[in-house]
């Protein structure tokens, strides 16, 4: 998962905020050598030159390259942006008017660099729970066992000829699959007028789930069908579409165009939790955490596995 990239006014802001924190050499190296993890780029720069100058090369060489230095220049902000004492300053003549300079640039540079540091926080902790779940699947033999179960069913389902027995078998064995990983599923059941093949409980959110299998795409007019379902609900409702065989381009650019409200999953999705390559609920969290951040609802197995 590719970290979010220091915009270019973040650089300019954690430059005029290295240049105003320390007013000299000596502390501003002491700073810079205890934040950045790469001493030898400390060392190798040129000291004898004016501070802005050396700031500039400090940071022009970090972003410069950003796949490289990312973590020194995600720590670099984060130190800066916990300055909050600048008495080093005030006993500097004109001190007052140093402490209140340096103290406006490091709010600048909060402010820009925060939302980014949440995300990143963010997405550590989304990738520490993804491999716990990963290593919780390898040890535990029952749930491999039973995914080895599911997954034959599954391809008894498929060598069917009934379609209508096999759209009922469908819905059990998923049900089978919320069951194995504890999101207290719910079985079909109708409300007045409409009905739902089943849902499920994760992570405070409440999901209502249909699956098809057609031959042909899924279109507009079933997406429509289950996004009402799914917006008659609670608030903290979302839906899950399973197709086997896809959607539509035209279905899903409609459902991506506004606050997603469904999250679509395909033959392949399945096959990929079924055959021990993603665990579902890691599977569910990246399709919905994708749709959060893009709008769009039909992220591909693929592109998370590869």
């Not at 402010?111 to 540091?117: A, F, G, I, K, M």
Request: charged share 30%.
């Amino acid at each position: 998962m590719a970290a979010k990239r220091l915009s270019p006014a973040a650089i300019v802001a954690l430059k005029e905020s290295l240049c105003s924190v320390y007013w000299y050499k000596a502390d501003l190296r002491s700073f810079l050598s205890n934040s950045v993890s790469n001493k030898a780029l400390v060392g190798s720069l040129n000291w004898g030159n004016y501070k802005r100058q050396i700031v500039a090369d400090l940071v022009d060489t970090l972003t410069g390259n950003q796949d490289r230095y990312l973590g020194d220049l995600t720590k670099l902000c984060y130190e800066v942006t916990s300055i909050s004492n600048f008495s080093h300053l005030e006993q500097l003549d004109g001190g007052h008017q140093k402490a209140r300079r340096a103290k406006e640039a490091v709010e600048q540079l909060r402010q820009l660099v925060e939302p980014h540091q949440d995300k990143r926080k963010d997405e550590e902790e989304f990738e520490r729970r993804r491999k716990e779940r990963e290593e919780k699947l390898r040890s535990n033999r029952a749930v491999r066992e039973k995914l080895a179960e599911l997954n034959s069913r599954f391809m008894a389902i498929a060598a069917g000829t009934n379609p209508q027995n096999r759209g009922f078998d469908l819905e059990r064995l998923m049900y089978d699959v919320f069951e194995l990983f504890d999101l207290d599923p719910k079985a079909s059941f109708r409300n007045v007028g409409e009905q739902i093949d089943g849902g499920f409980f994760l992570e405070g959110t409440d999901y209502l789930f249909e699956a098809k299998w057609q031959q042909g795409l899924i279109g507009v007019e079933d997406l429509d069908a289950f996004s009402r379902k799914v917006e008659r609900k609670l608030e903290n409702t979302l839906g899950v579409f399973l197709s086997m065989n896809g959607f539509s381009p035209d279905g899903v650019a409609a459902h991506s165009s506004a606050r997603p409200s469904i999250i679509l999953m395909d033959g392949a999705d399945l096959m990929a939790v079924l055959e021990e390559r993603i665990d579902f609920v890691t599977l569910l969290l990246r399709k919905k955490r994708h749709a959060a951040h893009t709008g769009n609802i039909y992220l591909k197995v693929h592109e998370i596995t590869r």
